[in-house]
């Protein structure tokens, strides 16, 4: 007898061009294999994704729609699929999961579409909710939910304590394989011919004001053993010929030990890695761990920088051991072992005054050209300032107190000024003013003009010397006002992102 309980796992689109393995929903997808019949849907693949959706549904065989979000673009497609298949299949239970729904819970559960969010790790949150929906049993014990009460008010469940993650079973890259196959997902990067996106750590141990992970992980981090790691990469190496890792972990260094043992094992590999990290920690690692590291194949690194000012990096509580001065001279030291640092930094944070924002954007300006004095290779990447929810801050109370609030509704969400405002490129924030933007954006336009990013592999030579020759003067003379020359080669030239477009 065909059971009529099956699930479907939706990622909806987040990219245009750079198709990853859809890891979220993959790991969900192990959680219920072997126990329940499950199909992805991945929009990054799909032209028309509700209509793959709709051929599942219209078989009656599915009970259950899992969806992950993130804020952004992936909300849009999210939000439209939800609505239009809760209105046609009201009897499919609608779980979202991931860092969009686990944050702003309100917005996505009054929508009236979505029936359940999994608060955190799902691995065994959604397995236990489907158990407990499947046999008729309570499901308010269940960890890491969030739903509405038959009275209308949101109820938070416990929050588990983090899995131990070799414990977690094997991601189904085999079957994912049945439904697109795995050399789609591993795309041409920077890093090599074929790039895997791999996930090897939960949470992050820090509390930084303005990240997301906070509220969610609360300063907790597990990570999986060097040699589940190797283990998992090897198995797509040899299986599909990738050649690359992209680390998507939040901080993939935070132990040197599990660094450098996971160097050791890759260094024959011959593969190409990159990772996220923070600065402070990273100053620690001996240069004996540097070295491995770089030997071992990773050439890039992604560090937080956030800003070059001490009271600033305060505010967002950097963990308290950050310093503008460390972050030079990491910039220098990492020159000596040939790693590329990726700082980003993140401008328009709130100040008191008007004066004092606008000061230190400035500051910030300066600072980024001293990084890229000391060391021109640093990639620089500059978000403007979005707040998240990071209840209990200092900076999260002074963001309240300046009169700013998160949308009411999904359907706000997706307007588009707010879907710019996740891009991190044009907040709605009442303290930066259109002028303060302008300049934020105008700055970046000219550095990237006189750097341009090496992780755009369609940008040769030739153009960027002309991108280039134009913007140096700009820059030497500190003139960012209206930089519509550079602007038209990048758009000729469809110049990289990072920001927007992924690391
Ligand atoms: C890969 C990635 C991307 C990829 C696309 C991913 C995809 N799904 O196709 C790309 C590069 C395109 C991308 C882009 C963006 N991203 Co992004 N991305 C990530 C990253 C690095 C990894 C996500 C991942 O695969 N995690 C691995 C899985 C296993 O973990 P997980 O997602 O948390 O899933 C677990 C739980 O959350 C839960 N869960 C998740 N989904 C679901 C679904 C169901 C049904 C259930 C039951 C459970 C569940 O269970 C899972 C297993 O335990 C995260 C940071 C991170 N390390 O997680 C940021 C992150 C999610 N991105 C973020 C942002 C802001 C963006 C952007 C909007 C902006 C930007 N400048 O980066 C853009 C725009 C996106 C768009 N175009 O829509 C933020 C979100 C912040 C926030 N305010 O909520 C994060 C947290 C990074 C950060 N620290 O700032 N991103
Ligand atoms: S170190 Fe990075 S991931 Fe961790 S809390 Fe700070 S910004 Fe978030």
Known sequence: MIKMNKILLFNPKSSNNKYRIPNSILNI??????????????????????KKIESYLGTGEFKYLGCTVMPGPQLKQAILASKAIKEKHPYVT??????????????????????????????????NLVDALENGQPFEFIKNLIYKGPDGRIFKTAKEDLIDQDSLPPLPYDKLNTFYPIPKFLGKTYLGEKTLAYHSSIGCPFTCSFCAVVPIYEARWKAKSAQQVYKDVKYIKDKWGADAIEFHDNNFFVSEKRAVEFSRLIKGENMTWWGMARIDTMSKFKDSSLAAIRE???????????????????????GGTQTGDQILEFAARLKKFDIIPEYSFVLGTPAPTPEQVQAQIDFEIDFIKKVKHINPKTEII???????????????????????????????????????????????????TPEMIDKIRNFETVLNGVYPTVTDIRLNLLKRKAIQAIAGLRYKVNLYQYPYEIKLLQKIWRYRQPEIQGF
């Open 94 to 127: 609608m779980v979202w999961g991931g860092y969009f729904p686990s944050n702003h819970s309100n917005a996505v559960l009054y929508s009236g579409y979505v029936d359940f969010i999994i608060n955190g790790p799902g691995d065994h949150a959604f397995p």
């Open 296 to 318: 071992a194949g990773c050439k890039i690194i992604f560090f937080g920088a956030e800003s070059g000012n001490n009271a600033v990096l305060e505010q967002m509580d950097k």
């Open 382 to 432: 500059i978000y403007t300032y979005s707040p998240v929810p990071t209840e209990g801050s200092e900076m999260y109370k002074q963001v309240l107190d300046s009169g700013f609030k998160f949308p009411q509704t999904l359907e706000d969400w997706i307007s588009p000024a707010w879907e710019s405002f996740d891009l991190r490129k044009n907040p709605l924030t009442p303290w930066l």
């Open 29 to 50: 997808a192990a959680a219920v294999e072997g126990k329940y019949d499950w199909v992805i849907v991945d929009g990054n693949c799909e032209a028309d994704p509700i």
